[in-house]
């Protein structure tokens, strides 16, 4: 495959043809912030938060890193006045929704954004889609996914299938930026399925009624 | 009917058809569109055909699509001599069938004007009329949109004709690009480099696509042409398949609308019975078929990565793949998608030539655009005009001006997405980039009258509110900066504007316009964008303390 030559932030960096911004910056040890990227997933681009600068024949552009592939002689931007107001903007519209959330507070401390500017909202939950993109590309299971449109969009588990399979994988649980997935799970449990969750191996040697305390995994921190 | 083998014997055919009728013989035209229909314009059509049988069929009548002048309806037309009669009743149709009988003209339901009571009888006279240039929609009261033998009849399929037999699919492209025609919906992309992209693309497979998914509020002009002259749009989208060399195309339709549905099912069984679609058109070896789709009835579907994934059968999310789909499409195949609009301005640049397509319009916008006049108007409507008409004709010539001798205030184009504009740039021309600067796109050309009682910040919040239950919640600007923006306006609306709220407002229109994933969002804050350049201080009095911002 070609190699292609490009700048990001004054640096060269060559890198095959295919890639995308965001995984040669990340190649030349560049950091943009990402929320809804995770390397094993196909790209999302709905957190925006990776957006760049882009310089091509004379013409600026905002793409996301993420998903922007790599072009000969182009020129990325990964800070600007303008990127840098666009993440600030973004992570005070998520902070509505998540006010605490560790990647959120960081990111709020880089980009100066105020965690009060908007109308709250706690639903805890900023739609990243990393447990339902992880459950259906990873598991296979599409045991959570997306309901409803617009800002009424929400994650959901499926109870028929939740039952079976979640409490021994847990996987998106270390995923999620929020806790969300963890508490989204638990309540559907409650609310739907409340004593029968399957846990084939825990089950064995755990009575149900000790297995209250959840082994949370640390959050992933994202690079 | 068996199927036409060639060109030869649809033009057989054709002139069969032609010397059935007669020019002379009366015909009525009553207007079956959705505006008239709203008025029960079905009850006068039955009462001409029940009358008019009567009469030994001496007389014709015809249902047709809409005519353009909803305001006045249910609207007749009488030819020959294009006798227009507004607002008919079911108890004035004898009245019209006698004295056409006798070639006289019911004075008491011809258009009166309303200032000076002087009388206008025929279409051309008729202020509303007069000023226009319809050269797509003029048909739509000459044709039954059931019969393909109507359309035939004004020399349909004629284009299809002439390209099939006469020009190389290059030439078609090449006549294209050279009339410069530019997309109808919305973006005024050249159509002719856009099939050069799927023409040229490696994938042997190609799709052409209809978008008469027509979302943009306050737009009605797609339909209008979808359900009164379904043939037409098809026979653009015939010719652009064969110039760009597609062996499938799909109409992408909205679900909701019975009667544009059973036209446009009939108008593709009747094209495939002719031998118009399917294996060796007229016999000239070009294989095409085509498949109706609907909508799912969410805006963002109309857009065109989403729409494509509605055919595929998924869920209409906008792809956020920074490749065309002109290259990659639906089943990531090369897929030409054109507005209705744009399609049915193809066969009149392949019968007329691209030479006499470019005499009409501005510099660079050509031909004549479909407009939707609504809002605070007299004369509410479908009107075309050339490009580059300016606004003051629309609004006051044609329109009839504002509403109950009110004045006028601001114009708005293009909807949810567009922009409004004060009233004293109302000599601006209707052109693809003009508008653009002035921040108010033309869209697919929906405008809408504001006259002075109305109140800007109403209506950003109006238009925002539309739009808010649209996003489709994948990408965080539009899904988050919408409901904020739309927060703040409403709290705005009732006195409880808070110092900040316009920098938030400002803040918040820039990241959705910058940063989001599709056009939705990335349109969105253009109404308020609009309303910030010209009519900034009816928001900055909405904030305690006037101008308090901070
Ligand atoms: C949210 C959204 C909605 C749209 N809705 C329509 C529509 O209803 N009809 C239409 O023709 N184009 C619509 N468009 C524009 C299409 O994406 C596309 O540009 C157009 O159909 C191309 O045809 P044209 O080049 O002939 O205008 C929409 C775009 C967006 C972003
Ligand atoms: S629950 Fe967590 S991982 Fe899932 S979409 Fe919401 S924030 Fe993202
Ligand atoms: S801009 Fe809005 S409609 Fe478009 S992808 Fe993002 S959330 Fe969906
Ligand atoms: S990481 Fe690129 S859009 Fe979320
Ligand atoms: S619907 Fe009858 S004139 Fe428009």
């Known amino acids: ?223 | 009917m068996p199927k036409l083998q060639s060109v030869a014997e649809l033009e057989k055919y054709r002139a069969e058809i032609l010397a059935q009728r007669d020019p002379a013989k009366p015909c009525i035209a009553v207007c079956a569109g959705a505006a008239c229909d709203g008025m029960d314009s079905a009850a006068v059509a039955a009462a001409f055909v029940t009358e008019a049988g009567k009469l030994g069929g001496k007389i014709e009548v015809r249902t047709t699509g809409c005519h353009g002048y909803c305001e006045k309806g249910p609207n007749v037309v009488v030819t020959p001599g294009d006798i227009c009669y507004f607002e008919v009743q079911p108890a004035d149709v004898p009245e019209i069938l006698a004295a056409t009988l006798k070639g006289e003209v019911v004075e008491r339901l011809v258009y009166k004007d309303p200032n000076t009571g002087a009388k206008a009888v025929h279409m051309h006279e008729v202020p509303f009329y007069k000023h226009q240039t319809r050269l797509l929609i003029g048909d739509n009261p000459k044709i039954d949109p059931m019969r393909i033998d109507d359309y035939l009849a004004v020399g349909g399929y004629a284009a299809l004709v002439k390209a099939l037999t006469e020009m190389k699919p290059d030439q078609v492209l090449d006549e294209v690009k050279k009339a410069n025609l530019r997309g109808r919906g919305g973006g005024g992309f050249p159509a002719g480099s856009k099939w050069e992209t799927t023409k040229n693309a490696p994938e042997k497979t190609k799709y052409v696509i209809v978008n008469g998914h027509e979302g943009e509020s306050a737009a009605f002009m797609d339909r209008a042409m979808l359900t009164g002259n379904p043939h037409k749009i098809l026979e653009g989208l015939i010719i652009g398949a064969y110039a760009i060399g597609a062996q499938k195309g799909f109409m992408y339709t909205r679900h909701d609308m019975p009667l544009l549905e059973k036209h446009v099912r009939n108008a593709l069984a009747q094209a495939k019975e002719y031998g118009l679609l399917g294996q060796n058109i007229l016999g000239s070896g070009f294989d095409f078929e085509c498949e109706l789709h609907f909508d799912v009835g969410i805006f963002v579907s109309g857009e065109s990565s989403a729409l494509m994934r509605s055919i595929e059968g998924n869920p209409p999310e906008p792809r956020p793949k920074y490749i065309r789909t002109s290259v990659s499409g639906i089943w990531d195949k090369p897929s030409n998608l054109n507005n209705v609009e744009t399609w049915a301005n193809v066969p009149q640049i392949i019968t007329k030539g691209a030479e006499w397509f470019t005499s009409i319009g501005s510099e660079k916008s050509k031909g004549t655009k479909l407009i939707s006049l609504s809002g605070n108007v007299v004369n509410s409507g479908i009107v075309e005009v050339p490009m580059g008409t300016p606004l003051r004709t629309l609004v006051f010539d044609i329109g009839g001006g504002v509403r109950d001798g009110k004045t006028l205030k601001a114009i708005h184009f293009g909807g949810a997405m567009g922009g409004s504009i004060p009233a004293d740039l109302i000599d601006a021309p209707l052109d693809f980039d003009g508008m653009s600067k002035l921040g108010a796109p033309i869209g697919a050309g929906g405008l809408l009258l504001m006259d002075e009682d109305t109140d800007m910040v109403e209506i950003a919040r109006y238009l925002l509110d539309f739009l808010v239950n649209e996003s489709c919640g994948k990408c965080a600007p539009c899904r988050e900066g919408m409901p904020q923006m739309l927060h703040i306006l409403t709290n705005m609306t009732q006195g409880k504007g808070k110092p900040g709220d316009l920098e938030r407002l400002e803040d918040l229109a820039e990241v959705t316009g910058a940063a989001s994933l599709c056009a939705l969002g990335k349109t969105s804050p253009d109404p308020l964008k609009s309303m910030f350049r010209y009519f900034k201080p009816e928001y900055e009095a909405r904030i305690p303390g006037g101008s308090g911002d901070k």
């Open chain 1, 1 to 223: 495959m070609s190699e292609i030559v490009l700048k990001i932030d004054d640096k060269e960096v060559k890198v095959a043809a295919g890639t995308t911004v965001l995984q040669a910056a990340q190649q030349a040890g560049i950091y943009i912030p990402t929320l809804c990227h995770h390397e094993k997933l196909e790209a999302f681009g709905g957190c925006r938060l990776c957006i760049v600068e882009v310089e091509s024949r004379g013409w600026t552009s905002y793409v996301v890193s993420c998903l922007y592939p790599v072009a000969k002689d182009i020129i990325v931007r990964t800070r600007s006045e303008k990127v840098d107001k666009i993440r600030k903007v973004l992570v005070e519209e998520l902070m509505a929704h998540a006010p605490d959330a560790p990647e959120l507070v960081k990111l709020a401390e880089v980009y100066g954004a105020d965690r009060n500017r908007f109308e709250r909202k706690e639903s805890f939950c900023v739609v990243c889609g990393l447990c339902v993109r992880y459950c259906d590309e990873v598991k296979h299971l599409n045991a959570v996914g997306f309901i409803d449109n617009g800002a009424e969009r929400e994650i959901s588990f499926i109870p028929e299938v939740a039952k079976d399979v979640c409490w021994e994988c847990q996987e998106c649980f270390a995923l999620c930026p929020t806790s969300y997935a963890q508490a989204a799970y638990l309540l559907t449990e409650a609310l739907a399925f409340p004593g029968q969750r399957k846990a084939a191996v825990r089950a064995a040697k755990v009575p149900v009624a000790t297995q209250r305390i959840i082994p949370i995994k640390p959050v992933a921190a994202t690079t």
